[in-house]
């Protein structure tokens, strides 16, 4: 059976490199214009799968794919996780001559990309995805694209420059999309993933809600990978909490913390629980962890009663 697989298109763009990782030639990637699309192409049914960009490991979470997941209604949820290594490249359209007028990405690309974008010092052009300015700039000789490598055999432009990420080594997280009821149907994993599981977490706002719900998951000894705050529409100061754990939905300890965070007041929406390579593929596996510049710790004592002077 051929599958549908919706996608941030057009082809040549980050993530039709996470999607073609996944799925053979044989099924059949329908690019779409925005990641709401993707999800809406999913939703309704249209396609059985979709894939979009989740996170970054410099521009952080896509707020655009996980509020849909967070507030969008039916049964989508992630199925899969993905990593691709984010390198950028420059396009010009083939035979174009004389200066530059424009330089143009999707935002993550432009910013991404600062020192190469201020020093061509070109005013900016903001597309829906990376191979969407690939497509404009093949169209117009004044314009400069930055996107994936490899596009210059796909549209009609030549390579002007590559590898002008300010960070090197950054990974971008893609999602597979799906109806629950689909797990069993993607391609079967590579070897070494990791379970991961998604839930949205809707406390009470007063002081303590937040360490209630992290004494859950350590009682249960669940991981909890990353914890990132979405405001909850309608309702200012209140936030939904969405937290990323390393356990799978079929853990015992799992479903011990879940019932326990009930009991404290919180709403719980589920948004997967899937293999993820995100262990696999650290984006910078040279470097142990280091916190921001500027930061303190134990040995920093006299820093910290500057800031913070009440006597503990
Ligand atoms: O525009 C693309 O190619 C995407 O897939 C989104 C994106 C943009 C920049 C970095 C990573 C993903």
Same mark, same amino acid.
């Given at each position: 059976m051929t599958l549908r697989i919706a996608y941030l298109g057009p082809p040549g763009t980050f993530t039709y490199?996470?999607?073609?990782?996944?799925?053979?030639?044989?099924?059949?990637?329908?690019? @779409?214009?925005?990641?709401?699309?993707?999800?809406?192409?999913?939703?309704?049914?249209?396609?059985?799968? $979709?894939?979009?960009?989740?996170?970054?490991?410099?521009?952080?979470?896509?707020?655009? =794919?996980?509020?849909?997941?967070?507030?969008? @209604? $039916?049964?989508?949820?992630?199925?899969?996780?993905? @990593?691709?290594?984010?390198?950028?490249?420059?396009?010009?359209?083939?035979?174009? =001559?004389?200066?530059?007028?424009?330089?143009? @990405?999707?935002?993550?690309?432009?910013?991404?990309?600062?020192?190469?974008?201020?020093?061509?010092?070109?005013?900016?052009?903001?597309?829906? =995805?990376?191979?969407?300015?690939?497509?404009?700039?093949?169209?117009?000789?004044?314009?400069?694209?930055?996107?994936?490598?490899?596009?210059?055999?796909?549209?009609?432009? =030549?390579?002007?420059?590559?590898?002008?990420?300010?960070?090197? $080594?950054?990974?971008?997280?893609?999602?597979?999309?799906?109806?629950?009821?689909?797990?069993?149907?993607?391609?079967?994993?590579?070897?070494?993933?990791?379970w991961k599981t998604l839930l949205a977490l809707t406390p009470a706002t007063r002081p303590g809600t937040l360490a209630d719900v992290c004494v859950q998951f350590s009682d249960q000894g669940v991981n909890i990978l990353s914890l990132t705050s979405r405001p909850l529409p309608g309702f200012a100061g209140a936030y939904v909490f969405v937290l990323a754990l390393a356990d799978t939905r079929t853990s015992a300890g799992l479903a011990r913390a879940v019932n326990g965070l009930l009991y404290t007041g919180v709403r719980v929406k589920f948004l997967g629980s899937f293999l993820s390579d995100h262990l696999l593929r650290p984006s910078r596996p040279d470097r142990p962890l280091s916190a921001p510049a500027g930061s303190f710790g134990l040995r920093d004592l006299h820093e910290v009663s500057a800031v913070f002077p009440g006597r503990p």
């Open positions: 490199l996470a999607a073609a990782q996944l799925w053979e030639r044989t099924d059949e990637l329908l690019p @779409s214009t925005t990641v709401p699309e993707v999800i809406d192409r999913v939703r309704w049914g249209d396609c059985d799968f $979709g894939v979009v960009p989740v996170e970054n490991t410099v521009e952080g979470i896509v707020t655009a =794919s996980l509020d849909q997941l967070v507030f969008g @209604s $039916g049964d989508v949820v992630v199925l899969r996780e993905i @990593s691709v290594p984010t390198t950028f490249h420059v396009y010009r359209a083939t035979g174009a =001559s004389g200066p530059p007028t424009g330089i143009a @990405s999707h935002p993550h690309g432009l910013a991404q990309c600062t020192r190469y974008v201020n020093a061509a010092g070109l005013p900016t052009r903001v597309f829906q =995805s990376t191979a969407a300015a690939v497509e404009a700039a093949a169209a117009d000789p004044g314009l400069l694209a930055i996107a994936a490598p490899d596009l210059a055999g796909r549209y009609a432009v =030549s390579l002007v420059d590559s590898g002008i990420e300010d960070h090197p $080594g950054v990974v971008t997280r893609f999602a597979c999309l799906g109806s629950r009821r689909r797990q069993a149907d993607l391609p079967a994993p590579d070897e070494g993933l990791s």
